[in-house]
DNA sequence: AACGGAATGTTATATTATAACATAACCATG
DNA sequence: CATGGTTATGTTATAATATAACATTCCGTT
């Protein structure tokens, strides 16, 4: 379903740049915000709220849910972390800087969420706001379907 | 906020190419979803399942979640309401034969959801899905920000 | 009328998310 | 290094959203 060599590398990527994106930010990338990072990278696809929460609780005692949503909202906020709408669910964010510019395809049958970028979705999104004299803050875009691997095309 | 000139007869129209589609379809255009496709019609914005129910109460008695949850989703399915994942609530598809080539303009100021289609996007989308082997079941294309009205811009 | 399938009723509960207030950690400044 | 303000987290409770599972009713067909 995924395609970084060594997860734990992919993970330990993740949480770097994210360190150093808070650093230049003058963001506490604090030891929760870290730590739900880490879960959502670690489950490589989306993963639901209360799942980072039965596993923190593993790990620390008795994390609540308003504590994982704070987290979570820093990090989606601040670009790190997307939330899918249509799932209710929060997948890490591949490239930060360009958090802007992103939408999914999202596999109903492995449940993979490909982050993808492109600019002419991009540019038709921005030319139809502007027409409408709309000024936008936010864009989700989900494509809901069936990704190559499970239809055995190539 | 929105632009029908007799909302009465918006609502009548809505319902009335409601009741064709389900005729041609042999689908049964039933109380529950006649009522229900009314409520979400007259709010004439997105309108969250809870009050749709709460409207619904003072008029049939004692209906429950699941009775408005499942006309909700029999009109989804069949391209009369939208869902919009962002706000967990619904609207009525203006334009119910061309449904899957939609997106919402989404005014976080005063509520709108402007419905809008536009052949850039749809193909933007159709290419970087087949760009990716990847095979189209659903879209959702939520813009969020803030409109012209709203800004007083003309 | 009797049957079968679709729709709705009903009860209960699962899932997702936040309000409101208390405490703790952090950090700038005197 | 004490103090006070700000930000983050802890805690309790509950709100908001949605579905599972089974019973009953409705409706068209035979």
Redesign the interface.
């Known amino acids: 379903m995924h395609n970084c060599t060594t997860h734990s590398d992919c993970i330990a990527e993740a949480l770097h740049r994210a360190e150093e994106i808070c650093d230049k930010r003058d963001l506490r990338f604090t030891d929760v915000r870290r730590k739900v990072l880490e879960l959502v990278w670690q489950s490589h696809g989306p993963i639901k709220a209360y799942d980072i929460l039965d596993q923190l609780d593993q790990r620390i005692a008795a994390i609540k849910p308003p504590t994982v949503y704070r987290a979570l909202d820093f990090l989606t906020e601040n670009g790190l972390v997307h939330k899918i ?2 799932l209710n669910a929060f997948v890490g964010c591949s490239h930060p800087l360009r958090h802007r510019e992103c939408y999914f ?1 999202i ?2 049958d492995c449940g993979e969420a ?1 982050e ?1 970028c ?1 600019l ?2 991009v ?3 921005a ?3 502007s027409r ?17 691997d499970c ?1 055995g ?2």
Not at 134 to 143: N, Q, S, W
């Open positions: 709408n249509s395809l596999c109903s490909k993808c492109n002419d979705i540019d038709a999104v030319k139809t706001s409408n004299r709309f000024e936008i803050k936010h864009v989700t875009l989900e494509i809901t379907g069936e990704c190559g239809r095309v190539h």
